[in-house]
């Protein structure tokens, strides 16, 4: 269904913490990292640094790879978003 639909689930982690499978953000193909912080929020995006991500959209998989604002997720990518404090 979710290929039917175009849908991609992108998993959180919290920095030094556990990846969150029970809540993905569901965005539709061809989204962003730049998406997913204005998913969980719009003012984290003015504080943004880099992100981290595991998975297909890795080039160094299973190490992660750090991104910026532009780079396409895939299905399943675990998230890490850095920002400035």
Request: with cysteine; proline share 5%; charged share 30%.
């Amino acid at each position: 269904m979710r290929n039917i639909l175009n849908l991609k689930r992108i998993f959180c982690k919290p920095k030094k913490g556990v990846v969150d499978l029970n809540e993905p953000i569901v965005l539709k193909k061809g989204k962003t990292i730049k998406d997913v912080v204005v998913q969980i929020h719009k003012n984290l995006l003015k504080k943004f640094k880099y992100a981290m991500v595991w998975g297909e959209s890795s080039k160094f998989c299973p190490k992660p790879q750090r991104v910026g604002l532009d780079h396409i997720v895939c299905d399943c990518d675990v998230v890490e978003i850095v920002s400035n404090i």
